[in-house]
């Protein structure tokens, strides 16, 4: 489980979205769109790509 990864893009502009949404793509370590992060796949990221799945692009 520990070195599951899961690749997370940013398609999205995040204007006009919510605050909150905008905090979440930046703790998933996303910056700009084309932006991509390499992460664990605990719970806690896969609730934070779900929350702003909209925006983002999950592979692996």
Do not use: F, W
């Amino acid at each position: 489980m520990a070195d599951k990864k899961v690749k997370v893009t940013l398609v999205k502009s995040l204007i006009g979205t919510k605050q909150s949404h905008r905090a979440t793509v930046r703790g998933l370590g996303l910056r700009r769109v084309n932006s991509s992060a390499e992460l664990q796949d605990t719970p806690a990221v896969r609730g934070m790509i779900n929350k702003v799945a909209y925006l983002v692009k999950c592979e692996g």
